[in-house]
């Protein structure tokens, strides 16, 4: 399982960004998808998550700034993220929960390679 992202980059305070991150596709299905980041000497923290049917769950730090969809056809997960401030400068990873067997509740996790986001002040 790969998961590919993309979207990242150089932005001022305020502006926005959209991140991608698409995952190959093949005998495993997918349940949970996420986003999470990670600053210089900072541990990987959870920015969002989303379920297959939508439910979505965010951080605090950014409810009401950023989006989590997924299109389910294409096991591709988004991340809108609008008013952007310095303090969301860090990478960000992709994270997809596979499972084999619809009969088992076993998921295996998976990250993308990360993409960076700077935002300047």
């Known amino acids: 399982v790969q998961l590919v992202e993309s979207g990242g980059g150089l932005v001022q305070t305020g502006d926005a960004l959209r991140l991608s991150c698409a995952a190959s596709?093949?005998?495993?299905?997918?349940?949970?998808m996420g986003w999470y980041r990670q600053a210089p000497g900072s541990q990987r923290d959870l920015v969002a998550t989303i379920s297959p049917g939508g439910s979505t769950n965010y951080a605090d730090s950014v409810k009401g700034r950023f989006t989590i969809s997924r299109d389910n056809a294409k096991n591709t997960v988004y991340l809108q993220m609008n008013s952007l401030t310095p303090e969301d400068t860090a990478v960000y990873f992709c994270?997809?929960?596979?499972?084999?067997?619809?009969?088992?509740?076993?998921?295996?996790?998976?990250w993308g390679q990360g993409t960076q986001v700077t935002v300047s002040s």
């Open positions: 596709k093949g005998t495993f299905s997918i349940d949970t």
């Open positions: 994270n997809a929960r596979i499972y084999y067997s619809p009969s088992t509740s076993t998921r295996f996790n998976y």
